[in-house]
């Protein structure tokens, strides 16, 4: 067990809390999407990066819940926020199995039910990067190509895009 003291952590700075992702209590709440929790839903193993080239963007990722009730499984949540926190932008990684963007369809994690353990790190440049597994549960199925996959994604990001991230690439 470690204590940090002020010593070592004297860049750190008090702030206030804020939530990444919205409640709604309406526990039947519609059709879920990246964007809404229709039935508030958990997100867990969380990762967050500060960008190195602008400390108001904050990067988080965790394995988001909120589309079990669209496709039977949690899937990697991207959430972003250009001031410091204080708002974010939510997406998935694209590819989930209910994503008919442009992106989701080109994705080589389509046909994967499954995306989770997230690591988000940005680089020097300020590009976000967001890596984690896609799988199947139901290994050894004849039709899908794979079962588990490692990914990263990566984000050239611009404050302000839909999604608050660009295309990954």
Request: one cysteine or more; a negative charge.
């Given at each position: 067990?470690?204590?940090?003291?002020?010593?070592?952590?004297?860049?750190?700075?008090?702030?206030?809390?804020?939530?990444?992702?919205?409640?709604?209590?309406?526990?039947?709440?519609?059709?879920?999407?990246?964007?809404?929790?229709?039935?508030?839903?958990?997100?867990?193993?969380?990762?967050?990066?500060?960008?190195?080239?602008?400390?108001?963007?904050?990067?988080?990722?965790?394995?988001?819940?909120?589309?079990?009730?669209?496709?039977?499984?949690a899937w990697l949540g991207v959430?972003?926020?250009?001031?410091?926190?204080?708002?974010?932008?939510?997406?998935?990684?694209?590819?989930?199995?209910?994503?008919?963007?442009?992106?989701?369809?080109?994705?080589?994690?389509?046909?994967?039910?499954?995306?989770?353990?997230?690591?988000?790190?940005?680089?020097?440049?300020?590009?976000?990067?967001?890596?984690?597994?896609?799988?199947?549960?139901?290994?050894?199925?004849?039709?899908?190509?794979?079962?588990?996959?490692?990914?990263?994604?990566?984000?050239?990001?611009?404050?302000?895009?839909?999604?608050?991230?660009?295309?990954?690439?």
């Amino acid at each position: 067990l470690f204590v940090v003291t002020a010593t070592f952590a004297g860049h750190a700075v008090d702030g206030a809390d804020v939530k990444v992702t919205n409640d709604n209590n309406n526990v039947d709440g519609g059709t879920p999407n990246p964007g809404f929790d229709a039935q508030n839903r958990q997100a867990n193993e969380t990762t967050v990066a500060i960008s190195p080239q602008d400390p108001s963007i904050v990067a988080a990722g965790g394995n988001d819940y909120r589309m079990v009730p669209a496709f039977g499984d949690a899937w990697l949540g991207v959430y972003v926020s250009s001031d410091g926190g204080a708002t974010w932008s939510i997406a998935c990684v694209p590819g989930f199995p209910t994503d008919t963007s442009a992106d989701g369809l080109a994705s080589p994690l389509l046909g994967l039910v499954g995306a989770g353990d997230p690591v988000a790190r940005f680089d020097a440049d300020g590009n976000l990067y967001v890596a984690g597994i896609a799988f199947n549960r139901d290994f050894d199925q004849a039709d899908l190509p794979n079962d588990t996959v490692a990914f990263v994604a990566k984000y050239d990001y611009t404050p302000g895009t839909p999604g608050g991230v660009s295309t990954p690439t």
